[in-house]
């Protein structure tokens, strides 16, 4: 039984393709078309999955699109009534795609593939629901799914058992969490669905000064966890920006305008909305496990929101579940595989087996390259590497991280969803107080007060932090333990170098300084050698030569660029930033030794800022 899963037209494009309830391939189509979240129809991830499944398009069973658009048009056409006088915004923003593609998203997946496949629907918050537990190691679990809006829901709890999933409540559009955080990220001067990673990062810096504020104006919590919005502070509703000048009057003043200097307000701001978010996720759960969990030790978690690492850690150490999985694509992207998923178990009556760890593979579920075809590029194209056997190579790597150089490493099947897990990564030294800097600004090319993510051996992970079990997907924030930091406080450091976060971030504040976040936080990836040989070689290779578990995990991209697919892709990217050394699978490449590289473009403005 062959399905494919799509998902398209709103933002994170994506395919998947499941055969026989196994999850064979999924790719973001941003990977391929190098436009960051991609919203097209995702037909080079819908080639890619049919070529790794090894199957045409004649061979589908079932095409399932991960959002209902008939629904979609039914809260599209009330919004507009709602906004009656104010809705020209709303009209002009979506009229064409909806009335277009949206609602003959059917003709639309015809007109693309040569099938004769039954093309069906799942709704939104299911296909996350399904992305979420379907590939989760449990048997039963509850669910909860929180993103900004599908179709009419934006928060959904329900129960999986078996190939069962059954939704048993929702919170409808307008009121949403996702979009609440959305508003506050755009308030910031950052970028909605974009960059929320970056107003999260922001967080520690700040205190939470306005919770007050937000609670008493904007929203109103309740002690399940549902909540409403106050409507009168935003303008997402009307198709316009997502806050108005009574939401800036609030906080001091207008929106900060992007790229303009952060202020101790946007660092409150950050704090404040943080705190409010982990208080009504944690509500929610702990209602969850009341109502619907009272025999049942699983939750799982998908959703835009769901990526919100600093709030999962909160829900893990709050043991209101036992145990907690989260959908490593848990934005838009998965829908595409929940919603292939659920066409298998609950249409096409495949058996869903269970064996006590997840089927997502690692996440690894991208196109991978071959030694061979590596070399026949870099050589059609006159560039120079070496080329070393496994019993050498790791150790090379390992030789090379230890004196301080950053490395592109591209190798195995590229990951699915938002987190480079070591296949498509920029690696480096954590223990240089330097790194964190270094790479923000001159390989990065972003803000320097973002963090970095640590890879640390699954087996040593309690040595370096506060967390005991395994997160293989980077989904998970932990402190790093008390014995390796260094006395700092952020607050203090605000003060005296007068809130210029370059040389806030200068400081040091443990023994692996560059993943350790201002308040000693960390998001943490465990590597294990039977998700990862190749990356785990690398860590205990680095490990016997400097003492050390962990490296610096950051994605192979530059800010505003999808994470590199080909080793094209890893090539400029190498070429166009510091990077010092690229590892295409067995291929090491020297910057020292390349050609000189030329662009005829600046670059630069190839990607938006992000």
């Excluded at 395919?15 to 078309?33: C, H, M, N, Y």
């Excluded at 979609?72 to 020209?88: E, F, H, P, Q, V």
């Excluded at 090539?571 to 291929?587: A, G, I, P, Q, S």
Aim: glycine share 6%; net charge negative; with cysteine.
């Amino acid at each position: 039984m062959i399905i494919l899963g799509i998902s398209a037209l709103y933002h994170d494009a994506a395919a998947s393709l499941v055969i026989d309830g196994k999850i064979t391939a999924a790719a973001q189509q941003e990977r391929f078309s190098r436009k960051k979240h991609d919203m097209g129809i995702p037909y080079n991830a819908i080639k890619f999955c049919l070529k790794e499944g090894n199957v045409t398009s004649k061979d589908i069973d079932y095409i399932v699109f991960y959002d209902n658009p008939l629904l979609t048009l039914d809260r599209y056409m009330k919004n507009i009534l709602a906004a009656g006088d104010d809705s020209r915004d709303v009209i002009e923003r979506s009229y064409i795609s909806m009335f277009t593609q949206k609602i003959w998203i059917h003709n639309v997946i015809h007109n693309l593939l040569d099938t004769d496949a039954e093309i069906l629907i799942c709704e939104h918050h299911v296909s996350h629901a399904a992305s979420a537990f379907y590939p989760s190691p449990f048997e039963e679990a509850v669910v909860i799914t929180l993103d900004g809006v599908g179709e009419w829901a934006t928060t959904t709890i329900g129960v999986g058992r078996g190939a069962e999933l059954i939704i048993k409540e929702e919170i409808k559009f307008p009121h949403s969490l996702g979009l609440l955080y959305s508003a506050f990220t755009y308030f910031c001067g950052f970028k909605v669905n974009s960059g929320d990673y970056k107003f999260m990062g922001l967080a520690p810096y700040g205190e939470p000064i306005y919770e007050e504020t937000i609670r008493e104006h904007l929203i109103d919590i309740k002690e399940d966890g549902s909540f409403r919005l106050n409507l009168e502070y935003f303008d997402f509703q009307y198709g316009r920006a997502m806050t108005n000048d009574k939401f800036g009057a609030l906080f001091g003043g207008g929106r900060r305008e992007p790229e303009t200097v952060i202020t101790k307000r946007e660092m409150d701001i950050a704090a404040s909305a943080q705190k409010v978010t982990e208080d009504i996720i944690l509500k929610m759960v702990k209602h969850a496990k009341n109502e619907y969990g009272e025999d049942i030790d699983n939750l799982v978690l998908a959703g835009g929101v769901a990526l919100n690492c600093v709030a999962n850690g909160k829900i893990k150490n709050s043991e209101i579940f036992k145990n907690i999985w989260i959908q490593p694509a848990a934005g838009d992207a998965g829908g595409s595989l929940g919603a292939a998923l659920y066409t298998a178990y609950n249409y096409a009556g495949i058996k869903r087996e269970i064996n006590g760890m997840d089927s997502q593979n690692g996440s690894y579920l991208g196109p991978a390259y071959s030694n061979l075809s590596i070399k026949e590029y870099l050589k059609s194209n006159n560039i120079m590497y070496h080329e070393y056997s496994d019993d050498v190579l790791f150790d090379k790597i390992a030789d090379e991280l230890s004196n301080g150089m950053v490395i592109g490493l591209f190798q195995g099947r590229m990951e699915f969803g938002p987190r480079a897990l070591g296949n498509r990564s920029i690696i480096a030294d954590p223990r240089s107080e330097t790194m964190q800097s270094k790479l923000n600004l001159k390989i990065k090319y972003r803000e320097s007060f973002r963090p970095f993510a640590p890879s640390v051996l699954r087996e040593d992970v309690n040595e370096y932090f506060e967390l005991k079990d395994e997160s293989p997907y980077m989904l998970l924030v932990e402190n790093v333990q008390s014995n390796r930091r260094c006395a700092s406080n952020v607050q203090n450091d605000l003060i005296k170098y007068d809130n210029n976060m370059l040389e806030i971030v200068k400081q040091k504040r443990s023994d692996i300084s560059a993943v350790t976040h201002v308040d000693y936080s960390a998001r943490i990836q465990t590597v294990s050698e039977e998700r990862n040989g190749y990356y785990y070689k690398v860590l205990k290779a680095f490990k016997e030569k400097t003492g050390c578990s962990v490296l610096v995990n950051t994605s192979f991209n530059v800010r505003g660029e999808p994470i590199v697919c080909t080793p094209m892709d890893a090539y400029k990217c190498f070429m166009r930033t510091e990077m010092d050394v690229l590892v295409l699978e067995n291929c090491v490449l020297y910057k020292e030794e390349q050609p000189e590289w030329n662009e005829q473009e600046d670059w630069h403005k190839t990607y938006e800022l992000d």
